[in-house]
């Protein structure tokens, strides 16, 4: 059983478009995250929910926001996509509210940009 | 620099030998985690050392870490040509609030083993 998953995995689209990315796990973790990896391979946090609340929004454009329905989703939903925006996504999940505790990662998501 | 840099980029090996890939912070921390990556797949996570530990060994992995010296070293012994890819060290903030504090991830280090 795949314990974080992510759809789609390969994603190419114009420049101005919105597009969205699913996350789901099955772990019953309580937080979930999306990571930003860039060319250069850099992993940079987005976002984290914990118990459905936003907890962390690093300073990224607002164009992206994420979306939970539920404790085992956490959606990605991009606006106006940018060149920029190009890069690997990862979704996370944890369990735990303490200190940050190892986190499953999905396989990525590919987002391509033209 | 970035908090948790690891030190090589890149490594290449023969098989058989040991690889040791260190990392470097800049904040405390309460605990270090080293993932691996493997070309165009998800990260895998490979082991958690607290900042009040100072060794660790998982199978072939031994991690150390230095609170001094805000340091750790990841050795991988005896490896194999499935061992090639990215290594990341990760942070976890001291004093953060809750899991939900995200990790902080260096640029890695690519790790080739040559069979």
């Known amino acids: 059983d795949t314990a974080v998953s992510q759809t789609p995995k390969y994603l190419v689209t114009q420049m101005g478009n919105d597009k969205s990315i699913k996350c789901e796990q099955n772990l019953g973790h309580d937080t979930m995250y999306w990571y930003k990896q860039d060319s250069k391979k850099f992993l940079k946090i987005m976002f984290s929910?914990?118990?459905?609340?936003?907890?962390i929004n690093e300073t990224v454009p607002n164009r992206f926001s994420p979306k939970s329905p539920d404790k085992a989703h956490l959606n990605l939903h991009i606006n106006s996509l940018e060149l920029g925006d190009s890069a690997v996504y990862f979704c996370a999940s944890s369990q735990g509210f303490g200190p940050a505790k190892m986190a499953c990662f999905g396989p990525g998501t590919r987002l391509t940009v033209l | 620099s970035q908090q948790g840099e690891e030190d090589p980029q890149a490594l290449s090996i023969q098989e058989g030998e040991n690889a040791t890939m260190n990392c470097s912070y800049k904040t405390s921390i309460n605990n270090l985690q080293w993932y691996r990556q493997n070309s165009g797949r998800g990260l895998v996570h490979l082991i958690l050392?607290?900042?009040?530990?100072r060794e660790k060994h998982s199978g072939r992995l031994r991690v150390t870490l230095d609170t001094s010296k805000k340091s750790s070293s990841l050795l991988i012994t005896a490896s194999r040509a499935a061992d090639t890819a990215s290594y990341f060290c990760?942070?976890?903030?001291?004093?953060?609030?809750?899991?939900?504090?995200?990790?902080?991830f260096g640029k890695g280090t690519h790790l080739i083993i040559q069979p």
């Open positions: 990760a942070t976890a903030p001291l004093g953060s609030g809750g899991g939900a504090d995200g990790l902080t």
């Open positions: 929910y914990n118990n459905k609340e936003l907890i």
């Open positions: 050392i607290r900042s009040n530990e």
